[in-house]
């Protein structure tokens, strides 16, 4: 879900700067002290996941873990990636500076996605919510890539039916993987759970 330097039109940039830099403040207004060390925790865990990429044609997926990102941290979830997609912009060139709003719009929609199933669940029944929670993280964040790629230019249609294929796949492994971790989570420390 990297968009690269150079592919968004300017005004899908600015607009996913606008809404990057508003989903930032209200992230960092939301996250206590308390939280800290989990959002930074979950920062290093997106920041590692995405440095393993299988290529699917003119794109590649990766493990993301925005759905149990978004899970764990609710709001915090936001600076949390943004300092991973920064850094995987500086040291990789994943994604990019000028695209740097736009990802953490998309990723962060997609994390938060996660959380949103979490609060549907009303906290409880964590193993259903959490594979749904993986799952929907995926699809929302491909839909929001796709809209971003077809908004910029009518060409990049075909790529945008590449990347909803291939992450259709990669949603029902999230899924499963989200799935398992909270189940670990459950077992060694549920308390992680019940601060969120």
Known sequence: MH?????????????????????LALGLKKTSVEQLPKTALVSSVLFLCSLVHVPIGPSSIHLTLLGLSGFLLGWPVLPALFIALLL?????QFGGLLSLGANTSIMGAAALSGYAIRLLFHNKHYLISAFFAGFTAIITGSLFTIAALVLSSKE???????????????????????????????RIKPDVLKSV
């Open 156 to 186: 990049l249609r075909a790529t945008a039916v590449v990347i909803m294929t291939a992450n259709i796949i990669l949603a029902v492994v999230e899924g499963t993987l989200t799935f398992f971790i909270i189940l670990f989570i459950l």
């Open 3 to 23: 968009i690269s330097e150079g592919v968004l039109s300017l005004p899908v940039t600015a607009g996913g700067w606008a809404l990057g830099a508003g989903g």
């Open 88 to 92: 995987q912009g500086l040291l990789f």
